[in-house]
C-alpha cells in the first residue's frame, strides 16, 4: 500500500461548537454560586448543597431508567412512579423483617441490611418491570397516546394493590442504628446518610457510565438511541435489549425508591407518583433519553429545590418548574436533546 | 332544526340516540322525576361533569393531546367565583366578575403552558402538564390566606338560588318550587348551552383541521396548517371550557377545596370517563360522565355489600372493598384502551354502520 491511503477527516470542532456542547455541565456550579451568594451563610450552604446533591442523586437513580426506555424505544413509562413505590414497600418490608440487623451499633451489619434491603427492592421491581412491559406496554409500541393512557392506568391498579397489600396507612421506619445523626464538617452539619446517598448515586453514574460507553452492551444501547431500526438490521434482536433496559430502568427505580424512603423515613402509596413530578422535570430538562442531560438535570433540580425550600419555603416546586421553563426557552428540546437519525 | 342544534352530528346508532334521549329528559326533569337531595346533587354533578368530560375530549379525542392539567384549569374557574365571594359578597356581579378572572387567568395559563411545551413535541405536554398542576395545587393548598388551603373556602350564593327561597306557592308535581330548583336549572340550562357550543366547535372546519392534526401532523402541516397554532387553540379552548365548568361547580356546591376541585382524582376520574365513553366524540362524553358518576355514587354500596358477603374468603374482601373501586376501574380502563379505543360510543357506531 501506498502511503496515500484514505484516511477519515475528522473535522475539529470549532470553538464556539465546543462552548454550546460544555454549557450545561457550567450550570451546576453556577447554580452553587448562585445559592452561596442568596444564602450567605457558609455551613448553611454547605449543609444545604450536601442535602440537594443527595436529593438530586436519588432523582438522577429513577430517572436514568425512564429516560433510557423513551431513548430507545420511544415508550414513556407515566407507570415509572410504581416501581419506586413498589420498591419502597418491599424494601421497608425487608428492613422490618431485619430489625435486628438495623438496630446493632456496627456499620457493617447496618450497610448489610441496607444492602439486603436493595437488593430485595431491585429483584422484585425489575420482575415487575419485566411484567409490565410484557402485558402493559408492548401492545401499544408506536403510539404516545396509548402509551400514556396505559400506563397511567398501570399506575393506578398499582397503586391501589399497594393498598390491598400494605395497607392504606403510611409506614414509618427509621434508618438504621449508624446512618443516623450527622457529621460536622468545620461548623457545617452533613447528615451520614446524605452522604451515603451522594457515594452511591456517584458509584451509579460512573458504573452507567462505564457501561454505556465502553462495553458492548451499552456500544448497542447507545446504537438503539441513535437509530434502532439499523441495530435490527445488523442482526441484533433490539426487543430483547429493550427489555432488558426497561427491566434495568424498573430495578433503578426500585432502588431509588429504597433510598427515597430512607431519606424521608415515612411511605405512602401515593409517594412514587409525587416523586414522578420531580423525575419528568429533571427528563424535560435533560433531554428526553440523554442520560448525561439527566444527570445535570437531576443535580439542578436537587440543588435548586433545596435552596429554595430555605430561601422560600413555599416555593420549592414552583421554582423547579420556573427552572424547567428557563431551560426550554434556552434549549427548546432539554440540555442535551437525542438526535434521532430517522 | 334538531339536527342544526346538534350541529349535523348526529348521534348515528339507533340505540346511542335512544340513551342519549333518555339521559337528557332524566337530566331535564331531574327534580321531578327523582326527588331528593342525593339524586338531585347526582344529577348536577352529572351535568357539570359533562361540560368537563367534554372539554377534556376536546383536548384529547379531538386534538390527540394528553393534558394532566385539566383539573387546575377546573380549579381555576371554582377558585376564582368563590374568592371573588368571599372578597365582595354573595352577588351575580361576584360571579361575573369572578369567573371572567378566571377563565382569563386560565387562558393565559393555557396559552403558556402550550407555547413552551407544544412548540417542540406533544409528548412534552403531558409531562409538563403534569408538573404544573401538581405545583399549582401545592401552592394553592399553602395560599391559605387567598384559598382556604385544604379546608378550601366555604361561602354564601345569591338569595335566589338559596333552599330557603321561594319563588311561587305551593307544589308543582309535588316538588317545592324553591331557589334550589332554579340553581339546578341554571346549572342544567349553562350545562347544555356549553354542551352544544362544544359540539359546534368540532364539527367547525376548525374541528376538521384539529382531527387532521391528531390523525398526521406531519401531513397536516404540509398541507398548510400551522400545527402548533391548532393544538394551542385547543389547549386553550379546552381549558377555558373547564373553567367555566368550574364555575358551575363553584356556585352548585357553594364550596371550594382542593378535593372537589384540583385533586388528581379527578384528574384520573376524568380520563375514565372520556375513555369508556369514547374518546374522539362529543357523546361519548356524556355517556362517561353519567355512567361513571352513576356507578360512583351507588355501586360503591354494592361493592360493600359484596365485600361482606365473602368476608370468610382471604384477600377476596380486601379486593371488593368499596375503597378499592378504582383498582376496577384501573383494570377496565387498560383493557378498554386495548380493546375498544373507541369506548362505548364507538361501539355503538361501529355496530350501526
Given at each position: ?11 475539529r470542532?470549532s470553538?464556539?461548537?465546543i ?10 456550579p ?5 445559592g452561596?451568594v ?6 448553611t ?6 442535602a440537594?446533591?443527595?436529593m438530586?442523586?436519588m ?6 431508567g ?6 430507545l424505544?420511544d ?12 420498591g ?18 456496627s ?17 422484585i ?15 401499544v ?11 397511567m392506568?398501570?399506575?393506578?391498579v ?9 395497607g392504606?396507612?403510611?409506614?414509618h421506619i ?6 443516623q ?6 461548623t457545617a452539619?452533613v447528615?451520614?446518610?446524605r452522604?451515603l446517598?451522594v ?11 462505564y ?7 451499552g ?8 437509530n ?21 430502568g ?15 423515613q415515612?411511605?405512602t402509596?401515593?409517594?412514587g ?14 433531554g428526553?433519553g ?16 433545596n ?13 423547579t ?11 427548546p ?10 | ?10 348521534p348515528?346508532?339507533p ?13 331535564a326533569?331531574?327534580?321531578?322525576l327523582f ?15 359533562i ?10 379525542g ?18 376564582g367565583v368563590?374568592?371573588?365571594i ?31 411545551s407544544?412548540?417542540?413535541?406533544a409528548?412534552f ?7 404544573v ?5 401545592v401552592?394553592?393548598?399553602q395560599m391559605s ?8 373556602l366555604?361561602y ?7 333552599p ?28 347544555l ?23 398526521n401532523?406531519?401531513?397536516a ?21 373547564a ?15 382542593p378535593?372537589?376541585?384540583l ?5 384520573i376520574?376524568i380520563l ?7 374518546m374522539?366524540?362529543?357523546?361519548g ?5 353519567t ?34 373501586w ?9 383493557l ?6 373507541t369506548?362505548?360510543?364507538?361501539r ?6
Amino acid at each position: 500500500m501506498s502511503g496515500t491511503a484514505i484516511r477519515p477527516k475528522f473535522e475539529r470542532p470549532s470553538l464556539s461548537e465546543i462552548a454550546r456542547e460544555r454549557a450545561p455541565l457550567a450550570l451546576v456550579p453556577v447554580l452553587a454560586l448562585a445559592g452561596f451568594v442568596s444564602i450567605g451563610s457558609f455551613p448553611t450552604w454547605v449543609t444545604l448543597t450536601v442535602a440537594g446533591l443527595a436529593m438530586g442523586m436519588m432523582i438522577f437513580i429513577m430517572a436514568s431508567g425512564l429516560t433510557l426506555v423513551f431513548g430507545l424505544m420511544d415508550v414513556i413509562n407515566f407507570g415509572h412512579g410504581a416501581f419506586v413505590t413498589v420498591g419502597a414497600f418491599v424494601g421497608f418490608t425487608v428492613l422490618g423483617l431485619l430489625a435486628g440487623w438495623t438496630s446493632d451499633p456496627s456499620v457493617l451489619i447496618n450497610l448489610a441490611a441496607v444492602f439486603l434491603a436493595i437488593l430485595a427492592a431491585m429483584g422484585i421491581t425489575g420482575l415487575l418491570g419485566y411484567a409490565f412491559e410484557r402485558v402493559i406496554v408492548m401492545p401499544v409500541y408506536g403510539s404516545h397516546l396509548k402509551q400514556i393512557l396505559v400506563t397511567m392506568g398501570g399506575l393506578i391498579v398499582a397503586q391501589q394493590l399497594i393498598h390491598v397489600i400494605w395497607g392504606p396507612d403510611a409506614i414509618h421506619i427509621s434508618r438504621p442504628e449508624t446512618l443516623q445523626g450527622s457529621y460536622i464538617v468545620g461548623t457545617a452539619l452533613v447528615e451520614k446518610y446524605r452522604l451515603l446517598a451522594v457515594v452511591i448515586g456517584l458509584v451509579l453514574f460512573a458504573a452507567m457510565t462505564y457501561i454505556l460507553n465502553r462495553t458492548k452492551i451499552g456500544l448497542l444501547v447507545r446504537a438503539g438511541v441513535e437509530n434502532g431500526e439499523m441495530v435490527e438490521a445488523l442482526g441484533y434482536r433490539i426487543g430483547r435489549l429493550f427489555l432488558g433496559v426497561f427491566m434495568a430502568g424498573s430495578a433503578l427505580a426500585g432502588l431509588g425508591g429504597v433510598m427515597w424512603g430512607l431519606y424521608q423515613q415515612t411511605i405512602t402509596a401515593h409517594m412514587g407518583s409525587e416523586i414522578m413530578v420531580l423525575v419528568f422535570i429533571v427528563v424535560i430538562i435533560g433531554g428526553l433519553g440523554s442520560v448525561g442531560g439527566c444527570f445535570i438535570g437531576a443535580m439542578l433540580v436537587g440543588l435548586l429545590s433545596n435552596y429554595a425550600a430555605f430561601l422560600f419555603p413555599k416555593l420549592a416546586l414552583v421554582s423547579t418548574i420556573a427552572l424547567m421553563m428557563i431551560v426550554l426557552m434556552w434549549r427548546p428540546q432539554g440540555l442535551y436533546p437525542v438526535v434521532k437519525a430517522k | 332544526m334538531i339536527t342544526r342544534l346538534l350541529s349535523g352530528d348526529r348521534p348515528g346508532s339507533p340505540i346511542l340516540a335512544i340513551v342519549l334521549l333518555a339521559i337528557f329528559l332524566c337530566l331535564a326533569f331531574a327534580p321531578f322525576l327523582f326527588p331528593g337531595t342525593r339524586s338531585l346533587e347526582t344529577a348536577a354533578r352529572i351535568c357539570i361533569f359533562i361540560v368537563l368530560v367534554a372539554s377534556y375530549d376536546l383536548l384529547l379525542g379531538y386534538t390527540g393531546i394528553v393534558s394532566f392539567a385539566h383539573t387546575m384549569f377546573f380549579g381555576i374557574g371554582a377558585y376564582g367565583v368563590a374568592i371573588a365571594i368571599s372578597a365582595w359578597g354573595p352577588s351575580f356581579t361576584s360571579i361575573l366578575v369572578g369567573g371572567a378572572a378566571g377563565v382569563a387567568l386560565t387562558m393565559v395559563l393555557a396559552l403558556l403552558i402550550g407555547l413552551f411545551s407544544l412548540r417542540v413535541r406533544a409528548i412534552f405536554f403531558a409531562m409538563v402538564t403534569l408538573a404544573v398542576a401538581s405545583a399549582f395545587a401545592v401552592l394553592v393548598s399553602q395560599m391559605s390566606w387567598l384559598t382556604g388551603g385544604e379546608d378550601g373556602l366555604n361561602y354564601a350564593i345569591p338569595g335566589v338560588f338559596k333552599p330557603a327561597t321561594k319563588l311561587m306557592d305551593g307544589r308543582l308535581f309535588g316538588v317545592r318550587l324553591d331557589g334550589k330548583l332554579l340553581l339546578y336549572y341554571f346549572v342544567f340550562v349553562s350545562s347544555l348551552v356549553l354542551f352544544l357550543v362544544m359540539l359546534r366547535m368540532v364539527n367547525s372546519p376548525f374541528g376538521r383541521v384539529l382531527q387532521a392534526v391528531r390523525e398526521n401532523a406531519f401531513r397536516a402541516e404540509a398541507i398548510g396548517y400551522r400545527v402548533v397554532v391548532y393544538r394551542t387553540a385547543a389547549t386553550v379552548l379546552s381549558a377555558s371550557m373547564a373553567a367555566l365548568a368550574g364555575v358551575l361547580i363553584a356556585v352548585w356546591l357553594r364550596y371550594t377545596g382542593p378535593a372537589t376541585t384540583l385533586s388528581f382524582e379527578i384528574m384520573i376520574d376524568i380520563l375514565l370517563m372520556v375513555v369508556i365513553g369514547g374518546m374522539g366524540t362529543m357523546y361519548g362524553a356524556v355517556i362517561g360522565a353519567t355512567l361513571f358518576i352513576l356507578a360512583q355514587t351507588y355501586l360503591q354500596n354494592l361493592m360493600g355489600a359484596a365485600s361482606d358477603a365473602t368476608s370468610a374468603i382471604p384477600l377476596l374482601p380486601d379486593l371488593l372493598d368499596p375503597g378499592r373501586w378504582l383498582l376496577w376501574l384501573g383494570v377496565l380502563f387498560i383493557l378498554s384502551v386495548y380493546f375498544f379505543p373507541t369506548g362505548i360510543v364507538g361501539r355503538l357506531r361501529g355496530r350501526a354502520a
